[in-house]
T-cell receptor, first 113, second 116 residues
Framework: GQSLEQPSEVTAVEGAIVQINCTYQ??????LSWYQQHDGGAPTFLSY????GLEETGRFSSFLSRSDSYGYLLLQELQMKDSASYFC??????????????FGIGTKLQVIP | GAGVSQSPSNKVTEKGKDVELRCDPI?????LYWYRQSLGQGLEFLIY????????KSGLPSDRFSAERTGGSVSTLTIQRTQQEDSAVYLC??????????????FGAGTRLSVL
């Protein structure tokens, strides 16, 4: 089967840096994505890692280590508007030969003044 | 259209009734996904369509759930004999393809289903 683990809640101060970790267990791994979802809103794409290393997009960076089945999302210069839930999602090939995307439970980030 | 469109945005139904949820993906996107999200929970994968290939139905929770995608575009998710545990937000997403960064999923605003 497939499983992902990420913290359920994180609190950080405005202007600070926060790291949200994601560990996964899956076969046929393709890549790891991160999505942001504000309360009542739809998930929106943040980043995708297929290879080991760091991907940087503005204030957000994402890291992947395939050998450790581990990734993280790094948010810098936190702003109040970053308060949201952050989901890691693993893309993999299932036993039926289909590509499948499995989402984690999400990490609720609260940014405080 | 400019984005993924879902209708209705809200649906209230009585237990035992059938409901149909509609998803209109971004034009040109070959992949379409349905997810279910209960309050405060993650996204539960339901079904996935890729081009003209047979869909991956492995996530459908029971045989009361079915989905089709006509002409490789619009999709409908049908829930028969709804139960109270079916109450959730049903999200649809589409992506250009399934390779590399083209697998970015764009989500619709969802249909909030309430079964009384």
């Amino acid at each position: 089967g497939q499983s992902l683990e990420q913290p359920s809640e994180v609190t950080a101060v405005e202007g600070a840096i926060v790291q949200i970790n994601c560990t996964y267990q899956t076969s046929g791994f393709y890549g790891l994505s991160w999505y942001q979802q504000h309360d009542g809103g739809a998930p929106t794409f943040l980043s995708y890692n297929a290879l080991d290393g760091l991907e940087e997009t503005g204030r957000f960076s994402s890291f992947l280590s395939r050998s450790d089945s581990y990734g993280y999302l790094l948010l810098q210069e936190l702003q109040m508007k970053d308060s949201a839930s952050y989901f890691c999602a693993v893309r993999s090939l299932n036993s039926g030969g289909y590509q499948k995307v499995t989402f984690g439970i999400g990490t609720k980030l609260q940014v405080i003044p | 259209g400019a984005g993924v469109s879902q209708s209705p945005s809200n649906k209230v139904t009585e237990k035992g009734k059938d409901v149909e949820l509609r998803c209109d993906p971004i034009s040109g996107h070959t992949a379409l996904y349905w997810y279910r999200q209960s309050l405060g929970q993650g996204l539960e994968f339901l079904i996935y369509f890729q081009g003209n290939s047979a869909p991956d139905k492995s996530g459908l929770p029971s045989d009361r759930f079915s989905a089709e995608r006509t002409g490789g575009s619009v999709s409908t998710l049908t829930i028969q004999r709804t139960q109270q545990e079916d109450s959730a937000v049903y999200l649809c997403a589409s992506s250009f393809s399934t390779s590399g960064l083209k697998n970015i999923q764009y989500f619709g605003a969802g249909t909030r289903l309430s079964v009384l």
